[in-house]
């Protein structure tokens, strides 16, 4: 299996074994798991009580790059294969265009001219864009980014225009605040466990339940939420 990368868009987060937990604003619908990162994570501190779930997207970013000399070519080439990518990107194409960092917006043909610039080589001008693909209940990770792959194989390219993939990809999330009543269940339950362990006369406190909920990457296209409390055991 292709290894997964996600690191802040444009960066992304990568998956071996040890997981990436960032916590973010509550009132964002979609967030971005990234794994720029990395040291929050604390297997530790981190509760091991947590909800499994499946992300909501895949996303990376394409470098869409033209070498043709004449500048003004150069341009229109970039446009013509941008133009042709929001073609492609139509209703029931299971994807969507966008730009930005953290949470990807609509792209659409009114923002051409702002989204190509120079590049640092001569004659050379590119525009990146995010690419985002739901992810189904019957994806693995290589049927997710498969679908994004033939998506730019199969978008057609005008003059000397390339789509470069890149090696990053980046899982979405939304609404990670709806899941906390969720969360508390389970931590609920785990506090009445570890509480009758000890027998009758102990009961468990718990602190934290306040935060935002956060996650961390526990699979290639899963995410562990969490509330990050803290439990003790008292008589």
Request: aromatic residues 6%; glycine residues 8%.
């Amino acid at each position: 299996m292709k290894a997964l990368h996600l690191a802040a868009l444009a960066a992304c987060l990568v998956f071996a074994g040890g997981a990436v937990a960032v916590a973010q604003d509550a009132s964002v619908d979609e967030i971005v798991v990234t794994g720029s990162r990395i040291t929050e994570y604390d297997a530790l501190q981190t509760p091991h009580v947590v909800l499994k779930r499946r992300a909501d997207n895949l996303i990376t970013v394409v470098k869409v790059v033209c070498d043709t000399r004449d500048e003004r070519l150069r341009k229109e080439e970039l446009k013509a294969t941008l133009r042709n990518m929001i073609k492609a990107a139509g209703p029931g194409s299971g994807i969507e265009l966008g730009l930005g960092d953290e949470v990807v917006g609509r792209f659409d043909a009114t923002m051409l001219d702002a989204v190509i610039v120079r590049d640092n080589k001569p004659d050379t001008s590119y525009a990146k864009v995010i690419i985002k693909t739901r992810i189904l209940p019957t994806d693995g990770y290589d049927t997710a980014t498969g679908r994004v792959e033939a998506f730019v194989e199969r978008t057609a390219k005008a003059g000397r225009t390339e789509i470069l993939l890149d090696d990053d990809w980046n899982l979405t999330l939304i609404g990670p605040e709806r899941y906390r009543v969720e969360i508390i269940a389970l931590v609920a339950a785990d506090a009445k466990r570890s509480a009758g362990a000890f027998g009758e006369a102990y009961g468990a406190k718990v602190d934290g339940l306040q935060l935002p909920v956060s996650w961390y990457q526990s699979g290639p296209l899963e995410l562990a939420l969490y509330i990050p409390y803290r439990q003790t055991i008292e008589r």
